[in-house]
């Protein structure tokens, strides 16, 4: 299953390059200093230009667990919300942590005014957080949120991976079986 409407808004899985998405709001997966990186950090980083690195090195820095948000520059959107995810530890706090940064960015987003919001999976890369543990969290998080009511229309997850977007379609696909959704 690569999509799921809840209400007004819909949430769908993309299997690419998050940051050639159209969306008013792209999620960074950065590290608590808010300072560049690799994997998407570095993507977006080079793709948006240095005005984002120039917004974040005035912001500081951002708790794991948190986020915080900046222009895009040159990307296809408006917002880029940096979301610090827990770099995985196995510890009983990485999971809070990694729901935190998932529903800080939501917040931040409709803060903004967004309708649409693109995520990646966020701590999978070299944060180590496992993906077959961080997917769950991730897909509750945004469909507990969306059915609380929102003001989002669409929320993106783009996996950069074909086992990534399989597994988290297979997990979106049991949810909804579950819950009698389509």
Wanted: charged share 20%.
């Amino acid at each position: 299953m690569d999509h799921l409407q809840i209400g007004q808004t819909r949430l769908e899985l993309r299997q690419g390059d998050i940051t050639t998405i159209a969306a008013d709001v792209l999620v960074n997966a950065a590290n608590d200093r808010l300072a560049g990186g690799t994997g998407v950090n570095g993507a977006i980083r080079r793709a948006g230009g240095p005005s984002i690195a120039e917004e974040c090195k005035r912001i500081g820095g951002c708790p794991t667990g948190s986020a915080a948000i900046t222009g895009a520059g040159r990307l296809q959107a408006r917002w880029v919300v940096h979301a610090v995810a827990p770099v995985y530890r196995r510890r009983p706090e990485d999971a809070q942590l990694l729901h935190g940064a998932y529903a800080a960015s939501l917040r931040l987003a409709e803060e903004a005014g967004a309708r649409s919001i693109a995520f990646p999976s966020l701590g999978t890369g070299v944060f180590g957080y496992p993906i077959e543990e961080a997917a769950p969290i991730a897909l509750d998080t945004v469909a507990a949120h969306v059915r609380a009511g929102t003001g989002l229309t669409l929320v993106l997850f783009v996996l950069y991976s074909r086992r990534d977007h399989d597994l988290y379609a297979h997990l979106l696909a049991d949810r909804a079986t579950a819950r009698g959704e389509q």
